[in-house]
């Protein structure tokens, strides 16, 4: 894999090892089209691996003519080379040899997101030579790209159900091994695209600690064997990360919670995925009687690196996001207003004439390709924020949102509790939102570590249509928080000194943007706090004493910290430990995990860096959306009832 200038960027690195592969696995600083053009052949796992990285347009530049997954009927194409980018699964192996027989194409480049196997490669190798096609294929590559993608410091292992998995009364252990080995694998295809060798903190008992020592063993191979691919890392010997291993159980209420910031707002409200939204669209069109409106769904990629309304606005507070869409919106109305006053001047001097000709040409050549490009991107968020602000009003998140504020921050007065028994039970409301946003308040509240009797939880249970998880939710809220202190609840104590208020200036500044859907929403500014995960990784990061602190009942000292550069045998007793503060982390939570945390991880980067330069990526099994944790917190209720 080639070097680049952000030894730290996942996004920059496997994009750069994706464009390798896309030319034949040479490096793709000058892609060249005169060699002719590709097939790009991908399955279901390797599909959400390009899908946040590459558009059509980017592929069609890199010489790719076509994109098919691999299980689909396919055409020959008999002097073209095709690039297979897939899972190194049996049936995979299976297809290939097939289409290797069939001669589908003039050559092929085969690259698997992980390492493929002896039994598969052998597999691979017996298919070939009985159908005598072994010439036809020309490369066979173990990529480690086994993971997604979203940010330079975001990635999920798109591993569907994983807290409902892991948690199950069901699993085998079979089931469970699977499982950890697949989390394993993806963990070191991220090392591997980064060439770090990170020190390993974890829990000491657990799946973590199962995902640990193998990550750890797989490591420590790796690095004896002679396809070592971490042996040039430029920042081996330098600066090495911590990698921080996380259960989702030590904090289920940032879960379920309500979100106010634009991002978390797109995957809560709109389900985004893979960066891309999509929602209805009103267009106008001609029709028999004049012009005509109609709604059409319509699919939005948002490029963190490309986009930078989205890279500079996506934690902001969403009336922020549209105060910043109007003035996008007015700045741009405000350079095409300059174009047609050059066109209206007083072109009567055959000096004017030329000047403003040349004026206006200039203008054209320089600015107006930039310009359409910009406004194609402020109707795009701004389609979205109405989307978003449509879904605000007709379920009032916002007064979920800032009831669920208080309570996490442990701000509850009398009239705020009432407030929250009003709006889980709908007495005297007109039914604010939807059951599963009042049982996302109901989840909060119970899951705050305030004493609740059960009288009460029985008689606000009995509003929901299904309220089997609260025998799941009591066990685990005996095993994981009955423990700690009492500064230490879920969502853990606000850090800053302001709490949710109204942005009234934001919200009078819409102007016309949204004047028809605005009346009536409350606009919020979130509190800034440091989520449990957050105050765990500043402990790990800086190598806090965590005695006498908030901390103390986690015992973070009696984590596992292990080095895969240590011999086995020297790491069985007391091995060395670094000494200064890391500076760069990787912090992967086991079961599920979602924007809130990433953008407060975000956040802690950006308070501290007056202090110091700290770079963290997040990572996390899936991304799951509230509600979709929510169902399978009530499918484990099922299972242990």
């Known amino acids: 894999m080639g070097s680049t200038t952000d030894t730290f960027n996942l996004f920059q690195k496997q994009k750069e090892c994706l464009r390798e592969i896309l030319n034949f696995n040479r490096p793709a600083d000058n892609v060249s089209l005169s060699e002719g053009w590709k097939v790009l052949i991908y399955d279901k796992e390797t599909l959400n691996i390009l899908t946040p990285l590459f558009t059509s347009e980017e592929l069609h530049s890199l010489g790719v003519t076509l994109h098919l997954p691999l299980h689909s009927d396919r055409q020959s194409i008999p002097d073209v080379p095709a690039v297979y980018f897939v899972s190194s699964t049996p049936e995979n192996i299976k297809r290939i040899v097939e289409d290797c027989a069939k001669r589908l194409y003039e050559s092929f480049y085969l690259n698997f997101s ?13 298919g070939s030579i009985a159908s005598d096609s072994v010439k036809l294929i020309s490369k066979v590559f173990d990529q480690y790209t086994n993971f997604v993608t979203l940010d330079k410091d975001l990635f999920e292992l798109h591993h569907k159900n994983s807290y409902l998995t892991l948690n199950s009364p069901k699993l085998t252990e079979m089931e469970a091994t699977h499982i950890i080995d697949s989390i394993t694998e993806g963990l070191f295809s991220v090392i591997i695209s980064l060439g770090v060798i990170p020190i390993i903190r974890c829990p000491k008992t657990g799946v973590a600690e199962m995902i640990a020592s193998k990550l750890e063993a797989r ?7 002679p396809s070592n691919l971490l042996l040039d890392s430029s920042i081996v010997n330098f600066q090495r990360p911590v990698l921080i291993l996380l259960d989702r159980n030590i904090d289920l209420s940032v879960m379920v919670s309500h979100t106010w910031t634009y991002q978390t707002l797109l995957h809560d409200l709109l389900d985004m995925k893979l960066n891309g939204v999509t929602i209805m669209v009103e267009e106008e069109g001609d029709g028999s009687g004049g012009k005509t409106v109609k709604e059409s769904k319509k699919t939005y990629s948002l490029d963190p690196i490309e986009d930078t309304f989205w890279a500079n606005n996506m934690s902001s507070p969403f009336p922020k996001v549209a105060v910043e869409v109007q003035s996008e919106l007015n700045d741009y109305k405000s350079k095409m207003e300059e174009i047609e006053k050059i066109k209206a001047s007083d072109n009567s001097a055959p000096e004017n004439v ?3 000709t040349q004026r206006l040409g200039k203008f054209v050549v320089e600015s107006l390709p930039e310009l359409r490009a910009r406004k194609k991107k402020i109707d795009l968020h701004t389609n979205i924020a109405h989307a978003l602000l449509e879904r605000i009003k007709k379920r009032e998140i916002d007064s979920y949102f800032s009831l669920e504020e208080k309570i996490l921050l442990g701000l509850k007065s009398a009239a705020d509790k009432k407030e929250i028994i009003s709006l889980i039970t709908g007495e005297g409301t007109t039914s604010k939102g939807t059951e599963e946003d009042r049982l996302r308040l109901f989840l909060v509240y119970y899951l705050s570590g305030e004493k609740i009797e059960n009288a009460e939880i029985e008689a606000l249970l009995a509003n929901f249509t299904d309220a089997s998880f609260l025998k799941y939710l009591k066990k685990v809220r005996s095993l994981v928080y009955g423990s700690l202190s009492s500064d230490m609840s879920l969502a853990s104590s606000a850090s800053s000194g302001y709490r949710g208020q109204l942005m009234q200036k934001g919200y009078d500044s819409l102007s016309g943007l949204f004047s028809a859907i605005h009346t009536g929403v409350k606009f919020y500014l979130p509190t800034s706090k440091e989520l449990y995960i957050t105050k765990i990784v500043d402990a790990l990061m800086d190598m806090k004493p965590t005695t006498g602190s908030g901390l103390a009942s986690l015992n973070l000292d009696s984590y596992l910290y292990l080095d895969p550069k240590i011999p086995k045998m020297a790491n069985q007793g007391s091995i060395p430990r ?4 890391f500076k760069e982390a990787i912090v992967f939570v086991i079961g599920g995990g979602n924007y ?3 953008q407060n991880l975000l956040d802690y980067v950006k308070a ?11 990572g996390t099994s899936e991304l799951v959306t509230a509600n979709d944790f929510v169902r399978q917190l009530k499918e484990l209720g099922h299972l242990v009832s």
């Open 114 to 126: 992980s390492s493929l196997s002896q039994e598969l490669t052998d597999e691979l190798v017996t």
């Open 219 to 225: 490591l420590r191979e790796h690095l004896n064997s």
């Open 354 to 356: 030329i000047g403003n």
């Open 578 to 581: 670094k000494n200064s503060p």
């Open 596 to 598: 809130v945390e990433y």
């Open 608 to 618: 501290t860096s007056v202090k110091s330069s700290k770079k963290i990526i997040y």
